[in-house]
Every structure is written in structure tokens, then in C-alpha cells.
């Protein structure tokens, strides 16, 4: 042990060769850790509502317009503070939108860029100007070097301040104050957040997720917590047939296929040459898309058409399902086992031991003797949907982005995230999963977390990829799955069976304990975090404001943040999605309207945050030293600290004077 610390201090010492080298790097150090910490954004369960997405990421979750009211509540109205705010979020399309109407323009850009350089100095003032200096680098559009110098000009005397005035006319003059005014405002945008968090659930329901995940790959510090949705989409990419399945059901059933043909470029004609020729004599009316008026749905073929898809592509995904849970008798859910208890002459399934009547009976693919094998057709069907998902570039490149930045959990400055639950038994207890070879708690976790990636990086063939693209469905549907977080996933009832009773899905015990703080803590524990500043932060399950439902439970110990992102669910949450904003003064959690448009936002100042409340006020501000990089900078120092004693005991040569 002593020989390699040894050989590590040697080894640091060609970075840092002498004692000025090694003493400039402490001091440097020492000062960013008193640093206030950077600013941390939380989403979750944004699922495809890429525009709601996009205005909440560059507005901030409402820090921008906070940070404008700070510098010019006392100056400027709240109207022009808003249309400020707007053009930070928005600097093209808000510039065309004002240009017509403002006499003076050349006033007008001279007041503009004057109050967005406060902005920004606000918003870099907790960087290192070296920190500053690269993010501008790769935002300002070349500005950089003009923009660095406006952020530090604070306590110049009169004579620098006018070399910033002949600075600022100039860039008037020369007819570049707009491409100056977007430099500004993306270098805003980049500065506001330091790290951002997605706790879950970016695809499915919205309609193109592929929109989300070309602009997070864009972003420069970024975590992702694996959602159920996620991994069902994970497992497609790898090539699990059940998961494409139910990839393509879950889009048709929202009547959201842009993502997988515009999106992804995933012809979905086999499929609709499939349904015509197999359902095109039988009743669809029982797989119209939700949202769908079943009035006037059926009277335009491709309402049909898409209907019938429905249908097809729903049987073959209780096939595939039916051969997973059997091939994999560890998932314990042989009670999904449907197919085979549907009695076809008097058209009812046997569930549980009670026979309901199906809405629908007429099944020409599915053979009573052998009920969950593929016919020819489908499972031709399957293999060109198999190649389509595993050939489609953008997917493939989105999925690796997925692997590369995502996980089951996250630890992060205290705080734990991972999006559906840890499961519990009902005494509170941790649930062991026989799935998981019995695994509990962290262990359960981190076994979920190698599992899915032998779907994508295992070798293709083998058990291991086999295993873990049934695992990825596992996760996604499976009982007491820590992302699905439920007993049973119903689809086949709410599909197939009238009675609403049926389609109850009940959720672990996780959900009735989250709101006690000793359970809280016990698994704040169980992960290494816990005690004054740690909490537990969870999506997946919506919060419906509507019913009086709070996002903060067990104290403040653990907090939600899935309120609705998605419109289907905007009727029961009463809100439009719950997001956290998490800086060096505490923790606020801001409540989200409907998202009306970027059109709306563009002209009428539109934002969407209804409500911000600090639920945790730091009482001594937050430094960089408190943090978990400042626990990484504290050993770099005692280090370089050890590094600089062998320097002056002369143990060490130094060079590069």
C-alpha cells in the first residue's frame, strides 16, 4: 500500500514539478472550495413532451426569471422583465417577434445587451473565471473573448469603463447587437445550471422523445435514472422482440408513431400490411387510441388502419410476453399467463379463478392448443421490426448515450435518486426478488443495473445477452420490479375485460411507507447517505395536486417530482409536472401549468411555473467544499500537500523552472 501511494505522489509530480507549481494548484483549490456550489435542475417522467421539456430546461424551472427580478425588481416593470426573460429562452425567435415595434433600435440593443451582461455576471459569479472562460468558449459563437471581458468589469475605475461603452457601441455600429444578444443569452442558459438530473421516463406518450434525447446529449454535465419506459425501450434497441412489441403497442395505444417512423425511421408498413390482410374482416372498435372519439374514429380508414395495427401488434406482444415469463420461471409471473385460460367458445378468460367476458374473442392468429406461438406471419413481422430497431442509427446512438450516462440510481451531494421504488416487503422490511438471485436493498440495485447492460454489450448470441434483454422487459412490467414498482402490470385487462376491477394494479409497499421518515431514513442508509441535507428523490408515480396529494413526504426526507409532464395525465394530477431547483441557499420545488406553446411563450411572455416554494432553506450558504466534488478536491490538496513536503525534505527532485 505504501509503495503505491508512493509511486502515486512520483507520479504527481510530473503534473506539479516544483513547489511554486504545487503550491499555485493548493491555493487555487482552496479557493474553489469556498466557492457557493453549483446549481443542480431536477426533471422527471418527461416522457416525449419535448416542448414542455425544452422551455422548462431554458427557463430553468423558473431560476432565469428569479435571477432577472433579483437585478431589476426595483428599476424595470414586471412586463419588461418578462420580455427579458422570454428572449433569454427564446433570443431568435423573441428578436423577430420585437424588431417591427421598437423606434430606437439602436437604444433599444444598447439597454438589451446592458442588462442581459448583468445577467450573466450574476449567473457566472459562482465559477472560476478559468471555468467561465471554457463554457463561454463553446457557447458565445466566437463572443467569447468580448463577453469575458464584460463580466469583468465590476470595479474598474472611470477610464476602463469607458473602453466597455466603446466596446459595447462598436458591436451597435457594426450591426452585430443580435448574434451579440443570443451569444449572451445561450451563454446565460449554459451558466444558469451546473448539472442536470433526469430521474426517469423520457419516452413513451409524448410524441418524440428522440427530440429529448438529442438536446441532453448537448448537455455538458448530465445524470440519468433509468425509468420503466426506458429500459423497455433499452430492450428494443438490444433486440428483444417483446420489448419492440410493446414499444410499438405503447406508441399506437397514444396514436404517437412519429417517434418511431420520423424519429427513428422505423417503417412500420410491414405491420400495416400485416393488420390489413389478417384483421381487416374483425371489429376493431376496442383498439382506438386513447383520446380517440369512437364516434367518428372509425369512419376514416387510417383510424382503422391504425386500430387494426392495434390489434395485431397487441397479440403478438401477449405471445412474446407468455414465452418470456415461461422461459424465466425466476420472474414469478405465471399469473400473466393469459392467453391459455381464454375459453374461445364462450369468448371469457379465467383470471384468478373468476371468468370474465372479453370485449373481444377474435383471435385468427392465436392456435388454442399452442396459444403463445408466433404464426409464420408474425414472426417474419418480428424479425423486420428486430433488424429495423437494431439497424436504426439515431436509436442506437440514443440507447448508448442512455448506458453511457444513465443507471439504476444515482448518489449525488447527499441526495439519492433513482425513479420507481426500492421494493419492501410489508413489515418495511427490504424485499429480496427471486429475479435478482434473491438480492435486496443496494445489492438489488446495482445486480438490476449489470443485467440491463448485458442486453447491449454482451456478445450477441449468448446467454448473457439473452438474459438481459428478459431482464430489460423484467424491469419494465415484472412483478415487485423496482422501476415498474407494482404487483402486476394489467394491460391485458384493461385491453380485453369491461370490468374495471380487473384492472387494479397494486403497487409495493414502498408507496405506504414513503411518508415515514424512519423507513426514509433506513434507506438513505442503505446507500451510504442519510442524516441533515439527504433525501431520497423519486418520479414514476404521478402526484395528483388535484386530490390535495403533496410532493414533499416523510418531513422533507423524500421528495416526488413526477406531477404530470405528460397531457394524458394532466386531467388527474391537475398540474403539468413537478421539477427541483437545488443551489448553494437550498432546495425549491416549483409546480408547472399546461405548456400552451412555444408560440404562446414567444408572444405573450408565457411561462409555466404556478408555484415555487422553498421547502429547505439552507441556513449557511452551500459551498463547493460541501459537496462531493469538494470531498475529491479536500484529497487532491492533502496530496499535493504530501507532494510539496517531499519537495522541501528534498525526497523529490524538483524541475521546470
Given at each position: 500500500?505504501?509503495?503505491?501511494?508512493?509511486?502515486?505522489?512520483?507520479?504527481?509530480?510530473?503534473?506539479?514539478?516544483?513547489?511554486?507549481?504545487?503550491?499555485?494548484?493548493?491555493?487555487?483549490?482552496?479557493?474553489?472550495?469556498?466557492?457557493?456550489?453549483?446549481?443542480?435542475?431536477?426533471?422527471?417522467?418527461?416522457?416525449?413532451?419535448?416542448?414542455?421539456?425544452?422551455?422548462?430546461?431554458?427557463?430553468?424551472?423558473?431560476?432565469?426569471?428569479?435571477?432577472?427580478?433579483?437585478?431589476?425588481?426595483?428599476?424595470?416593470?414586471?412586463?419588461?422583465?418578462?420580455?427579458?426573460?422570454?428572449?433569454?429562452?427564446?433570443?431568435?425567435?423573441?428578436?423577430?417577434?420585437?424588431?417591427?415595434?421598437?423606434?430606437?433600435?439602436?437604444?433599444?440593443?444598447?439597454?438589451?445587451?446592458?442588462?442581459?451582461?448583468?445577467?450573466?455576471?450574476?449567473?457566472?459569479?459562482?465559477?472560476?473565471?478559468?471555468?467561465?472562460?471554457?463554457?463561454?468558449?463553446?457557447?458565445?459563437?466566437?463572443?467569447?473573448?468580448?463577453?469575458?471581458?464584460?463580466?469583468?468589469?465590476?470595479?474598474?475605475?472611470?477610464?476602463?469603463?469607458?473602453?466597455?461603452?466603446?466596446?459595447?457601441?462598436?458591436?451597435?455600429?457594426?450591426?452585430?447587437?443580435?448574434?451579440?444578444?443570443?451569444?449572451?443569452?445561450?451563454?446565460?442558459?449554459t451558466l444558469i445550471i451546473d448539472h442536470l438530473h433526469i430521474v426517469g421516463d423520457i419516452f413513451d406518450?409524448?410524441?418524440?422523445?428522440?427530440?429529448?434525447?438529442?438536446?441532453?446529449?448537448?448537455?455538458?454535465?448530465?445524470?440519468?435514472?433509468?425509468?420503466?419506459?426506458?429500459v423497455l425501450w433499452m430492450g428494443a434497441a438490444s433486440g428483444s422482440r417483446t420489448c419492440i412489441a410493446t414499444v410499438i403497442n405503447n406508441s399506437i395505444t397514444y396514436k404517437n408513431l412519429d417517434v418511431v417512423e420520423i424519429g427513428y425511421g422505423i417503417s412500420l408498413r410491414p405491420l400495416t400490411i400485416f393488420a390489413t390482410e389478417v384483421y381487416s374482416d374483425t371489429n376493431v372498435s376496442n383498439y382506438m387510441p386513447k383520446g380517440s372519439d369512437e364516434g367518428d374514429?372509425?369512419?376514416?380508414?387510417?383510424?382503422?388502419?391504425?386500430?387494426?395495427?392495434?390489434?395485431?401488434?397487441?397479440?403478438?406482444?401477449?405471445?412474446?410476453?407468455?414465452?418470456?415469463?415461461?422461459?424465466?420461471?425466476?420472474?414469478?409471473?405465471?399469473?400473466?399467463?393469459?392467453?391459455?385460460?381464454?375459453?374461445?367458445?364462450?369468448?371469457?378468460?379465467?383470471?384468478?379463478?373468476?371468468?370474465?367476458?372479453?370485449?373481444?374473442?377474435?383471435?385468427?392468429?392465436?392456435?388454442?392448443?399452442?396459444?403463445?406461438?408466433?404464426?409464420?406471419?408474425?414472426?417474419?413481422?418480428?424479425?423486420?421490426?428486430?433488424?429495423?430497431?437494431?439497424?436504426?442509427?439515431?436509436?442506437?446512438?440514443?440507447?448508448?448515450?442512455?448506458?453511457?450516462?444513465?443507471?439504476?440510481?444515482?448518489?449525488?451531494?447527499?441526495?439519492?435518486?433513482?425513479?420507481?421504488?426500492?421494493?419492501?416487503?410489508?413489515?418495511?422490511?427490504f424485499m429480496s426478488l427471486k429475479a435478482a438471485e434473491g438480492r435486496s436493498g443496494k445489492e438489488l440495485m446495482d445486480y438490476c443495473d449489470r443485467t440491463a447492460r448485458q442486453a447491449f454489450y454482451s456478445k450477441d448470441g449468448t446467454d448473457s445477452r439473452r438474459k438481459g434483454k428478459d431482464f430489460l422487459w423484467f424491469l419494465w412490467c415484472g412483478k415487485d420490479s423496482p422501476l415498474c414498482a407494482r404487483k402486476k402490470i394489467t394491460s391485458f385487462e384493461r385491453l380485453f375485460i369491461k370490468d374495471e376491477s380487473t384492472w387494479e394494479e397494486p403497487k409495493n409497499m414502498y408507496y405506504q411507507c414513503w411518508n415515514n421518515s424512519e423507513i426514509t431514513e433506513k434507506i438513505l442508509s442503505?446507500?451510504?447517505?442519510?442524516?441533515?441535507?439527504?433525501?431520497?428523490?423519486?418520479?414514476?408515480?404521478?402526484?395528483?395536486?388535484?386530490?390535495?396529494e403533496n410532493p414533499i413526504k416523510a418531513g422533507g426526507k423524500l421528495i416526488v417530482i413526477d406531477g404530470g409532464f405528460c397531457k394524458a395525465y394532466q386531467s388527474r394530477t391537475g398540474i403539468a409536472g413537478y421539477t427541483l431547483i437545488y443551489n448553494s441557499e437550498g432546495i425549491r420545488i416549483s409546480a408547472h401549468e399546461p405548456f400552451m406553446g412555444v408560440h404562446d411563450a414567444i408572444a405573450n411572455n408565457a411561462d409555466i411555473v404556478s408555484d415555487v416554494s422553498v421547502f429547505e432553506h439552507a441556513t449557511d450558504r452551500i459551498r463547493v467544499k460541501d459537496t462531493d466534488i469538494g470531498k475529491e478536491l479536500s484529497e487532491r490538496i492533502a496530496d499535493l500537500k504530501v507532494l510539496l513536503l517531499e519537495y522541501e525534505q528534498g525526497?523529490?527532485?524538483?524541475?521546470?523552472f
Open positions: 500500500m505504501a509503495e503505491s501511494r508512493s509511486k502515486y505522489i512520483k507520479e504527481l509530480s510530473r503534473r506539479y514539478p516544483n513547489q511554486n507549481s504545487v503550491s499555485s494548484e493548493i491555493i487555487n483549490l482552496e479557493a474553489i472550495l469556498n466557492l457557493p456550489k453549483g446549481t443542480e435542475h431536477f426533471m422527471s417522467d418527461i416522457h416525449g413532451e419535448y416542448e414542455a421539456f425544452l422551455h422548462i430546461r431554458k427557463s430553468a424551472s423558473g431560476a432565469i426569471r428569479q435571477k432577472v427580478d433579483l437585478l431589476f425588481d426595483k428599476t424595470v416593470t414586471s412586463r419588461e422583465r418578462s420580455e427579458l426573460a422570454t428572449l433569454i429562452y427564446y433570443p431568435e425567435e423573441k428578436l423577430n417577434e420585437l424588431r417591427p415595434n421598437i423606434t430606437d433600435l439602436s437604444d433599444w440593443y444598447y439597454v438589451t445587451i446592458t442588462r442581459l451582461i448583468e445577467v450573466c455576471r450574476l449567473v457566472s459569479c459562482k465559477y472560476t473565471r478559468s471555468k467561465v472562460r471554457k463554457l463561454l468558449k463553446n457557447t458565445s459563437c466566437g463572443y467569447d473573448y468580448i463577453l469575458n471581458e464584460f463580466l469583468n468589469n465590476d470595479h474598474y475605475p472611470a477610464p476602463k469603463q469607458s473602453y466597455y461603452e466603446n466596446i459595447l457601441r462598436s458591436i451597435v455600429d457594426l450591426g452585430a447587437s443580435e448574434r451579440f444578444i443570443v451569444a449572451i443569452c445561450n451563454a446565460i442558459k406518450r409524448g410524441p418524440r422523445a428522440d427530440i429529448i434525447m438529442d438536446e441532453l446529449m448537448k448537455e455538458r454535465s448530465i445524470d440519468i435514472q433509468w425509468g420503466n419506459h426506458d374514429f372509425l369512419k376514416h380508414e387510417d383510424d382503422k388502419l391504425i386500430a387494426r395495427m392495434h390489434k395485431a401488434i397487441a397479440v403478438i406482444q401477449f405471445k412474446l410476453e407468455g414465452q418470456c415469463i415461461m422461459r424465466n420461471p425466476e420472474f414469478e409471473m405465471e399469473s400473466r399467463l393469459l392467453l391459455d385460460k381464454i375459453n374461445f367458445e364462450t369468448g371469457k378468460v379465467n383470471i384468478d379463478g373468476t371468468w370474465h367476458s372479453l370485449k373481444d374473442s377474435a383471435f385468427p392468429t392465436i392456435d388454442p392448443s399452442s396459444p403463445y406461438e408466433l404464426t409464420d406471419m408474425e414472426a417474419d413481422l418480428m424479425q423486420y421490426l428486430k433488424n429495423a430497431f437494431m439497424r436504426s442509427e439515431k436509436l442506437q446512438r440514443h440507447i448508448r448515450f442512455l448506458y453511457e450516462k444513465g443507471e439504476m440510481y444515482t448518489t449525488f451531494n447527499k441526495n439519492l435518486m433513482f425513479h420507481g421504488c426500492i421494493p419492501l416487503n410489508d413489515d418495511g422490511s442503505e446507500f451510504g447517505l442519510g442524516g441533515e441535507g439527504s433525501h431520497i428523490i423519486n418520479g414514476h408515480i404521478p402526484v395528483r395536486m388535484s386530490k390535495g525526497n523529490i527532485k524538483e524541475t521546470g
